[in-house]
């Protein structure tokens, strides 16, 4: 066939190092950027392959979000702005390791196992960060799409959740948003006003907000976005990727593991500053108390404030739908502990990774999602949804139910639910904030963190680490459970788990304990038997 041939010869044009192998990680493949060009040619036919069978435009994001500038990776989107399924990302891994010569029977292989007919149309989105290798690997992207006679609509510069809700735009046939950058803007900010414009009187100082872009696409587009919200949030941008480089010493990634103001921002007591991730699907809270301590507002946090607003406009509008808190081994012990038994909510722990999290969001009527590194959303079922805009729109329901359903609607519109989202998160935490009148140390208090550490850790090879029940014990290599569980207990309040990394070529240590010196100590004491018991490369791991 001649898209076979087509394939052929492009691939030679990306061609793969032999032998090399890579794994598809927590978020799709993820590597220094020198290793990708053939993955991204890939990933750019997978991508086509699946549009065709679903008979949906597909989305290829090229980032590798919070790590350093020079990796890079891609994330592929599903019809509904979803990653992609598990069976998928096998298909991704067989592809993208097949060796030169046997790609075509790779990818034959998909077509046969799918079913998929090679006449049926296909319709790729494609997006990309502001890596300077961006720029090639997306053509990369292309090129595999346009070998395989697919379509694509080229977005550009692009923020991760933006791509996911263009997908979701175009699958819903407009019905969720207009699938442009504007049409994103538009909706947004629209709920922002109509959510923030009945608080009364608020000054500037609760309009205003510093925000860390991490030098990254994140920044650029909220840059963008400024002008439609009229001033009803007046942001400082700092790490405007104008100087600095990308996740360097700034970042949610940076902040949420150091515990510490990222770099260039210039922030005075009590104000609320933020932090984006390198492609703006993370977001973390943050400011300096008294006596320049620092306060990290992360992913558990976020989702307490959102769910506990959710549940009181539930309460007030009389509505019966069940919410649920989805977290991760990372999220603190008191945050489980204050939604389980003060909010009763409904949590529910998976492993990492927002794919997970997404899913088992679905099987409630509101999910709240986070991982404590603050990615994360808030899904509504059709129904929970449908319900919302029949009160709404009831002229004989009382004042005080209908407003919370108005606020509700409001809400729902300005949540990104295909994916976690900085700049949708962030709209939605300040209109929180402002409805409920609260400052950002009345949401600090909601509850106190348990003192945390999380260190990463080299070794040979990180796959002999073998989780289980959603990455809070290991079960391979033999002894290390053992070892974690002798360690905790000479803490109080101790926990710790250790899991390897999927985006990142290390092990993760995390400790929690009643004092920071103790959760120190532990995540150290792991650490070395993660050292000596997995395989540890270069130096030992030294006390904090
Ligand atoms: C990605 C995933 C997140 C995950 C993070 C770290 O985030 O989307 O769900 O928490 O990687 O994963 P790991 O601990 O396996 O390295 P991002 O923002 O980097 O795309």
Not at 208 to 235: F, H, P, R, S
Not at 305 to 328: F, P
Not at 463 to 492: F, M, N, W
Request: hydrophobic content about 35%; some cysteine.
């Amino acid at each position: 066939m001649a898209q076979f041939e087509e394939v052929s010869q492009k691939s030679a044009v990306h061609p793969k190092p032999v032998g090399l192998v890579l794994q598809y990680g927590t978020a799709g493949f993820r590597t220094n950027s020198k290793q990708l060009d053939h993955v991204m040619f890939r990933m750019g036919l997978l991508a086509t392959l699946r549009s065709k069978k679903t008979k949906a435009t597909i989305g290829v994001m090229v980032t590798a979000s919070h790590n350093p500038e020079e990796d890079n990776g891609v994330k592929l989107v599903d019809p509904m702005g979803e990653m992609v399924t598990p069976a998928w990302e096998g298909y991704a891994t067989q592809l993208a390791n097949a060796e030169q010569e046997e790609l075509l029977t790779a990818l034959k292989d998909v077509i046969e196992r799918e079913a998929i007919s090679m006449a049926q149309e296909a319709s790729v989105f494609v997006g990309k960060d502001t890596r300077p290798s961006s720029d090639s690997l997306s053509q990369a992207v292309l090129d595999g799409v346009h070998a395989l006679g697919g379509h694509s609509k080229d977005y550009g510069l692009v923020t991760t959740p933006q791509l996911h809700y263009m997908v979701c735009c175009q699958n819903t046939q407009g019905r969720y948003g207009e699938a442009t950058v504007k049409g994103y803007y538009r909706k947004l900010s629209q709920a922002f006003i109509q959510l923030t414009k009945n608080v009364p009187n608020r000054t500037d100082d609760q309009k205003a907000l510093l925000v860390d872009g991490a030098n990254g696409i994140g920044a650029l587009k909220v840059c963008e976005m400024e002008t439609y919200l009229k001033n009803e949030l007046q942001l400082s941008l700092f790490n405007d990727g104008s100087s600095g480089k990308l996740n360097h010493m700034c970042g949610a990634d940076y902040v949420k593991v150091q515990q510490r103001a990222p770099k260039g921002v210039e922030m005075t007591a009590g104000e609320r500053c933020c932090s984006y991730d390198g492609d703006a699907d993370r977001i973390v809270y943050y400011y300096s108390g008294s006596a320049g301590r620092f306060h990290l507002l992360d992913g558990d946090k976020i989702a307490t404030l959102i769910s506990t607003y959710l549940k009181e406009l539930l309460t007030q509008a009389g509505l019966d739908l069940q919410i649920a808190v989805v977290q991760t081994a990372y999220a603190n012990g008191s945050s489980t502990q204050y939604l389980e038994d003060t909010m009763k909510v409904i949590v529910r722990c998976t492993k990492t990774g927002v794919k997970h999290l997404h899913h088992a969001a679905q099987e409630f009527d509101i999910g709240v999602y986070f991982e404590a590194n603050g990615h994360g959303t808030v899904l509504f079922s059709k129904a929970a949804e449908e319900k919302i805009q029949k009160l709404a729109q009831d002229s004989n329901t009382n004042d005080e139910r209908r407003r919370a359903a108005l606020l509700l609607q409001n809400t729902v519109n300005l949540i990104n639910q295909t994916v976690g989202d900085a700049i949708s998160d962030m709209l939605l935490i300040e209109a929180v904030l402002a409805i409920r009148g609260m400052t950002v140390q009345q949401w600090d208090a909601i509850y106190t963190d348990l003192p945390n550490r999380q260190l990463k850790v080299k070794v040979a090879d990180r796959r002999v680490i073998d989780t289980t029940d959603a990455e809070r014990r290991t079960v391979s290599p033999a002894g290390l459970q053992e070892a974690i569980d002798s360690r905790v207990k000479k803490y109080r309040q101790a926990r710790s788990f250790v899991r390897p990394s999927g985006t990142e070529d290390v092990v993760r240590v995390y400790a929690e304990a009643d004092t920071q010196e103790s959760a120190d100590a532990l995540a150290h004491e792991v650490s070395l038997a993660v050292y000596r018991l997995a395989g540890g490369v270069g130096e030992e791991p030294k006390p904090l």
